[in-house]
């Protein structure tokens, strides 16, 4: 099905930033053995929750602000890379506010980069989701889903 955008006013979208968001995140939540997705944004030393999925069972809302100390998504967006871990891996609930907070034993992130036509790349935040159980292998198989939304 094609969209056909008026020219004038090419500031405007046929699909409204925030409902596409909603809706990829609730994609997410249904496809995937974790139902609290969230894209976070990344500036200076915090991490700002902008967006949490519909279908989220884990308390995480918009507006809420993270050290980037307090939460994985530091090591995503530090390193440019994805990272899965469960309470048994590298980031456990006690040693970040996020998922302590949060009551998440399971994370998944990865980063969300932003290209602008002019200019250089940078990595806008991440795009992470959150489980109150389970194992890092139990999200391996939905990776591309994950990192195709992100992009």
């Given at each position: 099905?094609?969209?056909?955008?008026?020219?004038e006013?090419?500031?405007?979208?046929?699909?409204?930033?925030?409902?596409?968001?909603?809706?990829?995140?609730?994609?997410?939540?249904?496809?995937?053995?974790?139902?609290?997705?969230?894209?976070?944004?990344?500036?200076?030393?915090?991490?700002?929750?902008?967006?949490?999925s519909p279908?989220?069972?884990?308390?995480?809302?918009?507006?809420?602000?993270?050290?980037?100390?307090?939460?994985?998504?530091?090591?995503?967006?530090?390193?440019?890379?994805?990272?899965?871990?469960?309470?048994?891996?590298?980031?456990?609930?006690?040693?970040?506010d996020?998922?302590?907070e949060?009551?998440?034993?399971?994370?998944?992130?990865?980063?969300?980069v932003?290209?602008?036509?002019?200019?250089?790349?940078?990595?806008?935040?991440?795009?992470?989701?959150?489980?109150?159980?389970?194992?890092?292998s139990?999200?391996?198989?939905?990776?591309?889903?994950?990192?195709?939304?992100?992009?």
């Amino acid at each position: 099905m094609d969209v056909q955008c008026p020219q004038e006013g090419a500031s405007r979208s046929a699909v409204h930033p925030g409902t596409l968001i909603s809706q990829t995140l609730a994609l997410l939540a249904r496809s995937t053995p974790l139902n609290t997705w969230f894209v976070a944004r990344s500036r200076s030393d915090e991490h700002i929750v902008l967006h949490v999925s519909p279908e989220a069972d884990l308390a995480l809302a918009p507006g809420q602000v993270y050290a980037a100390t307090a939460t994985p998504c530091a090591t995503v967006v530090k390193t440019g890379r994805t990272l899965c871990s469960d309470a048994m891996g590298a980031c456990t609930a006690s040693s970040h506010d996020l998922l302590r907070e949060s009551g998440a034993g399971l994370y998944l992130g990865t980063p969300i980069v932003w290209s602008p036509e002019a200019g250089t790349s940078e990595c806008f935040g991440t795009l992470g989701g959150l489980g109150g159980h389970g194992s890092s292998s139990d999200l391996t198989p939905h990776l591309p889903l994950v990192l195709h939304a992100a992009s």
